[in-house]
């Protein structure tokens, strides 16, 4: 037996998903297990030895099948409604213990990374990262070209991202 599913669901999906809806369900949820209804009888049509095969009702059994497997699921999940004010004093915005060893072990690699760097250039990278001072004020301080200044800062952000990594 085949059905011609597109003539089906144009003449019954709408008539499904009041049912589930008169059932308690929402509209959203009720689309939802509509649409399952007709993926399910896709995937495994009904066997062709039914008799007195009514393809309506049995699209409304398994939408009602549907509509009971998904209370039980809801059933075993337990909500809590929260307000934007009750979600963001709910996260815990402290970092995890392997954060923060992670995190330390960073700044050792980025130390001794700095260490490794020629006087000039790690003067002129602290000067514009650390001390938040503009490409021009680090050359004016340390009295060279602005090209150069930013020459010497770029160089120590590779040498940092090559031992440390992402930076």
Same mark, same amino acid.
């Given at each position: 037996?085949?059905?011609?599913? !597109?003539? @089906?669901?144009?003449?019954?999906?709408? %008539?499904?998903?009041?049912?589930?809806?008169?059932?308690?369900?929402?509209?959203?949820?009720?689309?939802?297990?509509? !649409?399952?209804? #007709?993926?399910?009888?896709?995937? =495994?049509? &009904?066997?062709?030895?039914?008799?007195?095969?009514?393809?309506?009702? $049995?699209? $409304? !059994? *398994?939408?009602?099948?549907? %509509?009971?497997?998904? +209370?039980?699921? !809801?059933? @075993?999940?337990? =909500?809590? %409604?929260?307000?934007?004010?009750?979600?963001?004093?709910?996260?815990?915005?402290? &970092?995890?213990?392997?954060?923060?060893? $992670?995190?330390?072990?960073?700044?050792?690699? =980025? #130390?001794?990374?700095?260490?490794?760097? &020629?006087?000039?250039?790690? +003067?002129? #990278?602290?000067?514009?990262?650390? %001390?938040?001072?503009?490409?021009?004020?680090?050359?004016?301080?340390?009295?060279?070209?602005?090209?150069?200044?930013? =020459?010497?800062?770029?160089?120590? $952000?590779?040498?940092? *991202?090559?031992? *440390?990594?992402? #930076?």
């Amino acid at each position: 037996m085949t059905w011609d599913i !597109q003539t @089906l669901f144009r003449r019954h999906a709408r %008539g499904i998903a009041r049912s589930l809806a008169r059932k308690g369900m929402t509209e959203e949820t009720a689309a939802d297990i509509t !649409q399952d209804t #007709f993926l399910r009888v896709i995937a =495994t049509p &009904p066997a062709n030895d039914a008799q007195n095969h009514n393809p309506a009702a $049995y699209l $409304y !059994q *398994v939408s009602r099948n549907l %509509g009971i497997n998904h +209370r039980r699921r !809801q059933a @075993l999940v337990e =909500t809590v %409604g929260l307000d934007d004010e009750e979600a963001l004093n709910t996260a815990d915005p402290s &970092p995890s213990p392997e954060k923060i060893v $992670y995190s330390r072990q960073c700044l050792v690699q =980025t #130390f001794a990374a700095l260490g490794e760097l &020629p006087e000039r250039t790690r +003067r002129a #990278f602290e000067m514009h990262r650390l %001390g938040e001072r503009t490409v021009s004020e680090v050359a004016e301080e340390l009295d060279i070209s602005t090209t150069r200044a930013w =020459t010497l800062i770029r160089d120590a $952000y590779r040498h940092l *991202v090559g031992r *440390v990594g992402e #930076f």
